[in-house]
């Protein structure tokens, strides 16, 4: 399972930090990640990160503004985003997919709405 908390509104420019919070998956085994969805658009893949070595992607959207990170011994997943603009407007999905980060996730969790508005 994958729960996703952490949305919300903020202002343009401002940050917000979305969690992922694991369970019934062995967390190294699987590489999680974050996909978003905006409203009349297909899901992008954000951020993903290869919980066994570490391995580290992001979109060329959010670059130098996103952070993700894990902790194992808590078995979470974080998305710290900074630098926020309105086209980062949407609703964030937590993802799993086995072993790599390979683009096509195994399981979503549910999303979390991320609004970056003045």
Request: proline residues 4%; contains cysteine; charged residues 15%.
């Amino acid at each position: 399972q994958l729960q996703a908390s952490g949305g919300g509104l903020v202002q343009p420019g401002g940050s917000l930090t979305l969690t992922c919070a694991v369970s019934g998956l062995t967390m190294d085994h699987y590489a999680i990640g974050w996909f978003r969805q905006a409203p009349g658009k297909e899901p992008e893949g954000v951020s993903c990160i290869t919980i066994d070595d570490g391995m580290i992607f992001y979109a060329d959207s959010v670059k130098g503004r996103f952070v993700i990170s894990s902790d194992n011994a808590k078995n979470t997943v974080s998305l710290q985003m900074n630098s926020l603009k309105p086209e980062d407007t949407a609703v964030y999905y937590c993802t799993a997919e086995h072993y790599y980060c390979s683009g096509v996730p195994n399981y979503w969790g549910q999303g979390t709405l991320v609004t970056v508005s003045s």
